[in-house]
T-cell receptor, first 115, second 110 residues
């Protein structure tokens, strides 16, 4: 089975632009989470979706939004990019999410550079 | 918060030695997970230990959990250069998301 896939691998954007990142979970996984990891730090939780509904949101501004599609793939959108949004964006999938923390399977990430 | 704090922040050892990393947390948990991240890449799940377990093994990995002290440790035995990576603990509670600390950066020298 394929693991979690993310696209694109790398992306360079200019301040003020918009970006869309995509994630396909492991087949059968219904939960997708997004994390932002800046250099030297651990991943920071952005969103979690389960069965196409938002189940959790981290401490990120409204410029960040996400959605999950009927096939459980997900998009992360970031508007009005700032230099500080430069980071590795990680997507993770898991079988379930409601109520408890389950092991998550991470994709390779999308490296976003904002200039 | 459910965030784990790893200690030490950095660890450098020779190949063949054992590496021990510690994790402390502040709230009650249902489980605790350890992940590995090779430089600039995605995280890899290593092991999940439930709150009613005290020790768990997986290959060269041994994880202990002491819920009374709110701490966990990850031991890698007979380390290899390929074990060079950052290691994160993630205490799990009633939320579905994981909260990571800054990790322990392990360097294994050949």
């Amino acid at each position: 089975d394929a693991g979690v896939t993310q696209s694109p691998t790398h992306l360079i954007k200019t301040r003020g632009q918009h970006v869309t990142l995509r994630c396909s979970p492991i087949s059968g996984h219904k939960s997708v989470s997004w994390y932002q990891q800046v250099l030297g730090q651990g991943p920071q939780f952005i969103f979690q979706y389960y069965e196409k509904e938002e189940r959790g949101r981290g401490n990120f501004p409204d410029r960040f939004s996400a959605r999950q599609f009927p096939n459980y793939s997900s998009e992360l959108n970031v508007n009005a990019l700032l230099l500080g949004d430069s980071a590795l964006y990680l997507c993770a999938s898991s079988l379930v999410s409601v109520g408890w923390s389950y092991e998550q399977y991470f994709g390779p990430g999308t490296r976003l550079t904002v200039t | 918060s459910q965030q784990g704090e790893e200690d030490p922040q950095a660890l450098s050892i020779q190949e063949g030695e054992n590496a021990t990393m510690n994790c402390s947390y502040k709230t009650s948990i249902n489980n605790l997970q350890w992940y590995r991240q090779n430089s600039g890449r995605g995280l890899v799940h290593l092991i999940l230990i439930r709150s009613n377990e005290r020790e768990k093994h997986s290959g060269r990995l041994r994880v202990t959990l002491d819920t009374s002290k709110k701490s966990s440790s990850l031991l890698i035995t007979a380390s290899r250069a390929a074990d060079t990576a950052s290691y994160f603990c993630a205490p799990g509670g009633s939320q579905g998301n994981l909260i990571f600390g800054k990790g322990t950066k392990l360097s294994v020298k050949p």
